[in-house]
């Protein structure tokens, strides 16, 4: 009996088949999912011993074969089976209020313990245990905002990581162009402010007059957690092309004055938030005053990457928005990119409205700016704008090809951090504040809100 089906109209069947097998996958992920936590009971069922080695592998191994789906049901679980029973926390607390003995003490500490750092610190102790910790942060980061219910994971997770990774067990190391490829590749992969293109651009920025600093896990050694590049000139620079250009020529370093920071980088998201930076960036100072004894400036020669985000935003805000929306016009048109006298005819307005945004936006209490915050925080004092300093597509997309220079004075560091962290004021030359100040003035007033007309 032939189909009833046209011949011109395609079966279902195909589709169905499809809906079965996505039906699978979700039912094979929960499984393995299930498979995974009970692995994580019968890792804390266990004193440490041999056995446990086998079982935090096979959690890991486990953790690692999950998809998507499948990770969301494993924290699901954890959240659920892992954490402190309310019920079982209020009771004992209500023990202990009516009698504050030994043994209600006892009891509440034991309520209140998290069986997850337990699990982490087990973890942790496997051998590749910091790394599968680390990646397991990153997966939490990426889904807590769908899924409140990790954030308890999340807390007990980036509390174990930060003393897994505290600053006394990292280990600082200088790259250079003997260091094993694996890790270079792995820089070469992880820059985030400045492509490395190729090997041979990888080599002219581990040259006499550049140098290259990372920090390294004992547990972790062959991957960098953050990186910094530097190049040695006379001066401070404030043009980007020539540090990344391969061709430039090698200055002698004994004849440099200056250090310029202009790439720091961090390799793992699921260290977000730790102070990396922090620690690379005193270090980095330390070495380089202790190798060159010449050198007489600690500088950064920074992008802005929210600049353009909030300059796009910003009209919307005001109740004269002509100006600042001529402004970003003439950005948008190409001509200026490679035309010095039509870039000239904005300069001026660009560079006030870069100098404010730099000062006076705000992200809550903070400067908006994520690069700003971080050298504004380790002490550092705002020098210089640099107009058509980084031309690069990321340059222009970020700022309109605007860098900023920071600059690292070793006797006013502490003094800086305090004034920063008590009461937020920035430390900038007076010729940044002045163009602050107009940049202030082309922005005029902000839109009045409309009040509601009561009945």
């Given at each position: ?254 004849g440099c004055n200056a250090a310029i920071l202009y790439s720091i980088s961090n390799c793992q998201p ?186």
């Amino acid at each position: 009996m032939g189909s009833h089906l046209p011949a011109d109209r395609p079966s279902r069947l195909p589709y169905k088949t499809e809906r079965v097998s996505a039906a699978e996958r979700a039912t094979d992920e929960a499984a393995a999912a299930r498979q995974t936590v009970a692995r994580c009971l019968d890792l804390l069922s266990d004193h440490p011993s041999p056995g446990a080695a086998r079982l935090a592998n096979d959690v890991m191994a486990g953790y690692t074969s999950l998809a998507a789906t499948g990770r969301a049901a494993f924290f699901d679980s954890l959240a659920r089976e892992f954490t402190s029973d309310p019920l079982v926390l209020l009771h004992a607390a209500e023990s202990y209020i009516r009698c504050p003995d030994e043994a209600t003490q006892t009891g509440l500490k034991r309520a209140s313990e998290s069986r997850l750092q337990e699990l982490f610190h087990r973890l942790n102790a496997s051998r590749g245990g910091a790394a599968f910790l680390v990646h397991m942060r990153e997966h939490l980061l990426q889904g807590l905002r769908d899924h409140p219910s990790w954030q308890v994971l999340e807390d007990d997770l980036a509390q174990v990581l930060r003393a897994v990774f505290n600053r006394s067990l990292l280990v600082f190391e200088q790259i250079d162009w003997e260091t094993p490829a694996p890790v270079l590749e792995k820089l070469m992969q992880y820059e985030a402010v400045h492509a490395i293109r190729d090997w041979r651009d990888m080599r002219r920025r581990l040259e006499a007059d550049r140098r290259c600093y990372a920090l390294f896990h004992p547990a972790w050694a062959d991957e960098p957690l953050i990186f910094a590049e530097v190049a040695l000139t006379v001066g401070i620079g404030s043009q980007v092309g020539p540090i990344l250009d391969p061709d430039s020529p090698v200055v002698d370093p004994d004849g440099c004055n200056a250090a310029i920071l202009y790439s720091i980088s961090n390799c793992q998201p699921g260290l977000r938030g730790y102070s990396l930076g922090n620690d690379l960036i005193g270090r980095v100072t330390d070495d380089l005053l202790a190798r060159l004894p010449r050198l007489r400036t600690i500088a950064t020669l920074s992008p802005i990457p929210g600049f353009r985000r909030w300059l796009s935003g910003l009209a919307s805000t005001l109740e004269n928005p002509s100006c600042v929306a001529q402004v970003q016009a003439a950005a948008k048109r190409g001509d200026w990119c490679s035309d010095p006298a039509a870039a000239a005819k904005f300069e001026h307005h660009l560079m006030a409205l870069g100098a404010h945004y730099l000062l006076h936006a705000r992200s809550g209490s903070e400067p908006a700016d994520p690069v700003a915050r971080f050298h504004l925080s380790n002490g550092a004092r705002l020098r210089r704008l640099n107009w058509r300093s980084d031309m690069t597509a990321a340059g222009l997309e970020r700022s309109f090809g605007l860098t900023a220079n920071y600059v690292y004075y070793p006797t006013n560091l502490s003094r800086n951090w305090h004034t920063y962290h008590e009461s937020g004021r920035i430390n900038a030359t007076r010729q940044l504040e002045r163009l602050a100040r107009e940049g202030a003035d082309l922005c005029g007033p902000p839109r009045r809100k409309e009040l509601p007309i009561s009945a």
